[in-house]
């Protein structure tokens, strides 16, 4: 009888840890399918390096399950889980070369001498250093670096490999670099990676699915695109991307959208968020991304207004210059600072002390019902 690998690599279920009265992660359910970027996203003390180190068994759960490969690995150490982990801090072992860091697991297995040659050489020509087994550590850039030390966990072809804030050592310009590096290992091994950030840039650009965790629970699960364009809470809304934000009251409400008089006296259309029920009298948050919010001079302004339409006035502080992604911030009346993406051209672009009236669509007022310890 033929037997089928299972569909997912890692799934928990209803995942639980306290430490004494405080619940670090409340009952996480998420199952992984085989060979799949995902990642964890969280600010700092959310739960998430709690529940990675359950995965890996350096932690016990107080209830719920952890299945690798379909099989549960409750009360299995973590050396006998095939789960691997990559921390910010390498652990590389700087009195090894590079080829003895990478056949250090294998020896311990008891791999022969041979095996381990072919192995070595082939995860070193995997991550496109095929000529650096011979090098000391010391020698190595702080992207090569990185790239060994996955190498030294993918030797062992683990089930899963968890990378914990893996980039977090590295400068601004290498760590752009190192995400996409990352994505391509990814692909090159075929081996299902979860990544744990509070960096939404890494896990947007890297992941096929990023879970967002917030105060022990998962707010949302689902691709980048998803959690940016449709969040399903305020946290989330605010958390991944930016957006400009209001609080208010909802003054006519139809379902689908309706009126917010803001609490600096704005009224504004919105559009409920994904699964919302908005009604009249709810206090509510208001997000608006930069990029859909336009700005007019004020004397072009009304030939750029259409029907339903919010509008606000007010006056460019400062442009912040970023090439084609950059931005102005626009004081209104009311003292608030909102951000607006605009094309910079070089002839004709808005300037500081400029009237202006920023416009962007209903559709794109993202409303959510505000929570009540808010």
């Known amino acids: 009888?033929?037997?089928?690998?299972?569909?997912?690599d890692l799934e928990c279920l209803d995942l639980a840890k306290s430490f004494g009265g405080f619940r670090a992660v409340k009952g996480v359910s998420f199952e992984i399918p085989s060979?799949?970027?995902?990642?964890?996203?969280?600010?700092?003390?959310?739960?998430?390096?709690?529940l990675m180190r359950m995965i890996a068994g350096f932690e016990d759960p107080t209830s719920g399950d952890i299945k690798i490969k379909g099989k549960s690995v409750l009360?299995?150490?973590?050396?006998?889980?095939?789960?691997?982990?990559?921390?910010?801090?390498?652990?590389?072992?700087p009195m090894m070369n590079v080829y003895e860091n990478i056949a250090y697991g294998l020896r311990c297995?008891?791999?022969g001498n041979a095996e381990i040659k072919r192995k070595v050489q082939d995860v070193l020509e995997r991550i496109a250093l095929p000529d650096v087994g011979?090098?000391?550590i010391h020698q190595l850039s702080g992207g090569q670096k990185q790239r060994i030390a996955i190498a030294r966990c993918m030797v062992l072809d683990p089930d899963v490999l968890l990378l914990d804030e893996p980039l977090g050592a590295l400068d601004l310009k290498l760590r752009e670099a190192m995400k996409i590096e990352l994505k391509l290992l990814q692909h090159q091994f075929n081996t299902t990676f979860i990544y744990i950030t509070h960096d939404q840039s890494e896990a947007l650009v890297m992941s096929d699915n990023v879970a967002i965790m917030n105060q022990g629970i998962f707010e949302q699960i689902g691709t980048p695109q998803d959690l940016y364009h449709h969040p399903k809470t305020a946290f989330v809304a605010?958390?991944?991307?930016?957006?400009?934000?209001?609080?208010?009251?909802v003054k006519s409400a139809d379902g689908t959208g309706g009126k917010v008089e803001t609490d600096q006296g704005l009224s504004m259309s919105f559009s409920a968020g994904a699964d919302q029920t908005i009604r009249d009298g709810d206090k509510v948050e208001i997000f608006v991304r930069p990029e859909f919010i336009r700005t007019v001079r004020a004397s072009e302004a009304d030939q750029a207004v259409t029907e339903g339409d919010n509008q606000m006035s007010g006056v460019i502080d400062s442009l912040l210059f970023n090439g084609a992604n950059s931005r102005v911030l626009v004081r209104t009346g009311s003292g608030e600072l909102i951000e607006s993406d605009v094309t910079v051209t070089g002839n004709n672009d808005l300037k500081p002390g400029e009237d202006v009236r920023l416009i962007w669509s209903s559709r794109?007022?993202?409303?959510?019902?505000?929570?009540?310890?808010a």
């Open 1 to 8: 009888m033929k037997h089928t690998s299972p569909a997912y």
């Open 35 to 50: 060979g799949s970027f995902f990642s964890i996203l969280g600010p700092s003390g959310c739960g998430k390096t709690t």
């Open 75 to 93: 009360g299995v150490p973590p050396n006998r889980r095939n789960v691997k982990m990559v921390f910010q801090h390498l652990a590389l072992f």
């Open 109 to 111: 297995a008891g791999v």
């Open 134 to 136: 011979e090098r000391e």
């Open 238 to 249: 605010g958390f991944v991307g930016d957006s400009n934000r209001w609080s208010g009251t």
């Open 364 to 373: 794109q007022a993202m409303c959510f019902a505000r929570a009540e310890s």
